[in-house]
């Protein structure tokens, strides 16, 4: 096995085939992200969503999505002069990974794209003494990255480095932009088809490190989502009232069931009821 890989893996704690696809996933997270500083991405670009969260500030779940915001609105925005750097960054280890884009909704800001490869190809490179028998029923790898091109204002940065696989810089929101943008989720995703406990799991992990909320980037977000009127009083009162009132919405079986893939230990999701959300919600707070 490629020496990076096996330094990358030394971190992880696996104990299952599960854990080793995620780890592998993280990976390869990692690794597109190295590619993406190597041709400048940063420059124009923030990293942002469950991800970030998870590299960078120690989220205890594995997340599925690289999502991405640009610094200034830029509608003629070309991710594809990107692919070559991820493709070529990739390629240093060994890993055969296509990219392919998904055609731009009409009037849509967000361009998407998707890292694909085969799962049990992957599996040995990282886990080259691994036993596949169920490897007919893996699916294949993706990862999907995002990036809004027309993003709202308000959002903060900080630059993160990282050393492996090699070293390199990220800008990323920071983590009150990060809770802002993760608290709009709760309040505009489209949870009709599948609900997000992976939402509600990061909501608990900002309030339990203490994080304060980007108001202003919250504001800006509802605005853009016909949520707020654009001349709206806005304040931490009014947003705990919105919150509350989803909470009490959310089917939280089909909550607990989205996320339980994605964490070591399940216990903490036996407290998820609406009480539960309303009562911890009554300590978020704005960031001065």
Known sequence: MNSVLKSMLDKY????????????????QEIVLCGLSRGGFFKEAAFYGGTALRIFYGLDRFSEDLDFALLEPNKNFDLSKYFRFIEDEVAVYGLNLE?????????????????????????????PN???????????????????????????YEFKYKLLPSPHQVRLYDKSS??????????????????????LYDYVFYLSK??????????????????????????????????????????????KEDVITFIKDSDSLNLWSSEFFIEITKSLEAEE
């Open 99 to 127: 990219i392919k884009t998904k055609e731009k909704t009409k009037d849509s800001n967000i361009l998407s794209a998707f890292l694909k490869g085969d799962t049990k190809e992957h599996i040995f490179i990282f886990f």
């Open 130 to 156: 691994e036993n596949m028998e169920n490897s007919s029923s893996f699916k294949n790898i993706k990862i999907k990255f995002e990036i809004d091109i027309n993003p709202p204002s308000g959002a903060k």
């Open 178 to 199: 990060l809770f802002a943008g993760k608290i709009h989720a709760i309040l505009c995703r489209n949870w009709s088809h599948r609900t997000k406990g992976r939402d």
């Open 13 to 28: 704690d696996i104990k299952s085939t599960t854990d080793e696809i995620n780890a592998m996933k993280e990976i390869i």
């Open 210 to 255: 203490g994080i304060k909320v980007n108001l202003e980037l919250v504001k800006s977000k509802l605005i853009e989502s016909k949520v707020l009127a654009p001349n709206s009083d806005f304040t931490i009162d009014i947003l705990k009232d919105l919150l509350n009132k989803k909470f009490e919405e959310i089917n939280y079986t089909d909550a």
